[in-house]
């Protein structure tokens, strides 16, 4: 006769955790509701940006106020929405998100004009925060405990092809009709696929503070404890860090290399292969994370991202060690990924995880909706792309210095 696996709370008492075959169907039906989610509320604007502005007329800048709106208001949402996953589990907020992505679809599909177009980016922000990889990871973190970097991997491996369907398929259906419709059907996928699927796979057993035995009380003022702490803070400081210098280095890749005589389609070539990169990241973060402790390996991952930068600057004009440097740092922005998804479980345990979670992702995220405008006020203030990739390669190597100080003090009993 077999038993259920356990695994051990902070109180040492042993804790059931939910069916193998359970789990798997939500970590299935994550995966697919991953890539759909990613696919219709992110990957779709850069391909129909061009069509809206030259269509209605709006002014590129302001389309792009938009969608930096939408994660503006993911990032405030992601800290209630941790804290709601908590408490009532990953099925009702990630239900009831694919809902509000799309109203929001709907919405900015019938916008009449640039403000209700900026409001209905702003609801489809607060979507984000219920469907992207927080709340999902969240779920995998609670569900699987312990074994937690197996499901995460599989998780991110899978969604990172969000943009391989979907940009295509975007693509394809504004050639043969018009942005909003496109918007229109891309918003009945996203209906079809993820309401059903976050409604009826996501029922796997959840408990408040199911990984420990402490009263809630005692929860609250560890968790308090927790996000005041420097460690803490410190790393949430790293992690935003990191994500605005990667982010920027991926968006100006293209800009540098054609700037410097590169033609556009190899260029473009060299950001496919950084995407690829990052698959190859990810594939890799389960052995380095058994080998390695947090601390080490998020300086270890910066500095290399670092060095990869001033790599891809120093060899601007030899296209195979450029797009060897491309792959390079790709696989430090895949690995990024996961280590920013296991970061906090690692330090302070799975904890209520899903309320810290989120607000240390959520400087990240204001990370990422600034980025673009930044990044371009910034290039033109250093005078030039290469200016620019060194500035962030300089930001990592800061970040990977900072990280030496994220490790949780021992607790004293």
Same mark, same amino acid.
């Given at each position: 006769?077999?038993?259920?696996?356990?695994?051990?709370?902070?109180?040492?008492?042993?804790?059931?955790?939910?069916?193998?075959r359970?789990r798997?169907?939500?970590?299935a039906?994550?995966c697919?509701?991953e890539?759909?989610?990613?696919g219709?509320?992110?990957?779709?604007?850069?391909?129909?940006v061009?069509?809206?502005?030259?269509?209605?007329?709006?002014s590129?800048?302001?389309?792009?106020?938009?969608?930096?709106?939408?994660?503006?208001?993911?990032?405030?949402?992601?800290?209630?929405?941790g804290?709601?996953?908590?408490?009532?589990?990953?099925?009702?907020?990630?239900?009831f998100?694919?809902?509000?992505?799309?109203?929001?679809?709907?919405?900015?599909?019938?916008?009449?004009?640039?403000?209700?177009?900026?409001?209905a980016?702003?609801?489809?922000?607060?979507?984000?925060?219920?469907?992207?990889?927080?709340?999902?990871?969240?779920a995998?973190t609670?569900?699987y405990?312990?074994?937690?970097?197996?499901?995460?991997?599989?998780?991110t491996?899978?969604?990172?092809?969000?943009?391989?369907?979907?940009a295509?398929?975007?693509?394809?259906?504004?050639?043969?009709?018009?942005?909003?419709?496109?918007?229109?059907?891309?918003?009945?996928?996203?209906?079809?696929?993820?309401?059903?699927?976050?409604?009826?796979?996501?029922?796997?057993?959840w408990?408040?503070?199911?990984?420990?035995?402490a009263?809630?009380? +005692?929860? *609250?003022?560890? $968790?308090?404890?927790? @996000?005041? =702490? &420097? #460690?803490?803070?410190?790393l949430?400081? !790293?992690?935003?860090v990191?994500?605005?210098?990667?982010?920027?280095?991926?968006?100006?890749?293209v800009?540098?290399?054609?700037?410097?005589?590169?033609?556009t389609?190899?260029?473009?070539w060299?950001?496919?292969?950084?995407?690829?990169?990052?698959?190859?990241?990810?594939?890799?973060?389960?052995?380095l994370?058994?080998?390695?402790?947090?601390?080490?390996?998020?300086?270890?991952?910066?500095?290399?991202?670092?060095?990869?930068?001033?790599?891809?600057?120093?060899?601007?004009?030899?296209?195979?060690?450029v797009?060897?440097?491309?792959?390079?740092?790709?696989?430090?922005?895949?690995?990024?990924?996961?280590?920013?998804a296991?970061?906090?479980?690692?330090?302070?345990? +799975?904890? *209520?995880?899903g $309320?810290?979670?989120? @607000?240390? =992702? &959520? #400087?990240?995220?204001?990370?990422?909706? !600034?980025?673009?405008?930044?990044?371009?006020?910034?290039?033109?203030?250093?005078g030039?792309?290469?200016?620019?990739?060194?500035?962030?390669?300089?930001?990592?190597?800061?970040?990977?210095?900072?990280?030496?100080?994220?490790?949780p003090?021992?607790?004293?009993?």
């Amino acid at each position: 006769m077999t038993t259920a696996p356990h695994t051990l709370d902070v109180s040492g008492q042993a804790t059931p955790n939910p069916p193998d075959r359970t789990r798997r169907k939500g970590l299935a039906a994550l995966c697919v509701t991953e890539i759909t989610s990613w696919g219709v509320l992110y990957y779709a604007f850069p391909v129909l940006v061009g069509s809206i502005t030259v269509t209605e007329g709006w002014s590129t800048v302001g389309v792009m106020a938009g969608f930096s709106l939408g994660l503006a208001a993911s990032a405030i949402a992601g800290i209630p929405v941790g804290r709601l996953i908590d408490k009532h589990g990953p099925r009702p907020v990630m239900t009831f998100g694919s809902i509000l992505g799309v109203a929001a679809v709907i919405g900015i599909a019938m916008a009449p004009d640039i403000w209700w177009f900026g409001l209905a980016w702003t609801i489809s922000g607060i979507a984000q925060a219920c469907v992207f990889y927080k709340p999902a990871f969240a779920a995998i973190t609670g569900w699987y405990g312990p074994t937690r970097v197996k499901a995460l991997t599989a998780l991110t491996l899978v969604a990172g092809l969000s943009s391989t369907i979907f940009a295509p398929l975007t693509a394809t259906l504004v050639d043969h009709t018009s942005w909003r419709t496109t918007y229109l059907i891309l918003g009945v996928i996203l209906a079809v696929i993820t309401i059903p699927a976050h409604a009826i796979y996501l029922r796997v057993p959840w408990e408040p503070h199911q990984h420990s035995g402490a009263s809630h009380d +005692t929860v *609250a003022t560890s $968790t308090k404890a927790v @996000i005041r =702490s &420097a #460690p803490f803070i410190t790393l949430t400081l !790293v992690v935003m860090v990191a994500t605005f210098a990667m982010f920027a280095v991926t968006l100006n890749l293209v800009p540098l290399l054609t700037e410097h005589g590169m033609s556009t389609s190899l260029a473009a070539w060299a950001l496919g292969l950084c995407g690829a990169g990052q698959l190859l990241g990810r594939v890799g973060y389960h052995r380095l994370s058994t080998h390695t402790t947090p601390r080490f390996r998020t300086i270890a991952v910066l500095a290399t991202a670092a060095l990869a930068v001033v790599v891809m600057v120093a060899t601007i004009g030899q296209p195979i060690a450029v797009i060897a440097a491309a792959v390079a740092f790709g696989a430090t922005r895949g690995i990024l990924t996961l280590l920013e998804a296991t970061a906090v479980s690692d330090r302070w345990g +799975t904890n *209520a995880f899903g $309320t810290l979670y989120g @607000i240390y =992702s &959520a #400087p990240a995220t204001v990370a990422m909706a !600034v980025t673009p405008f930044a990044g371009a006020l910034l290039t033109e203030r250093l005078g030039g792309n290469e200016a620019l990739f060194l500035a962030m390669a300089g930001l990592l190597i800061v970040g990977a210095i900072a990280a030496v100080s994220t490790n949780p003090k021992p607790s004293v009993s």
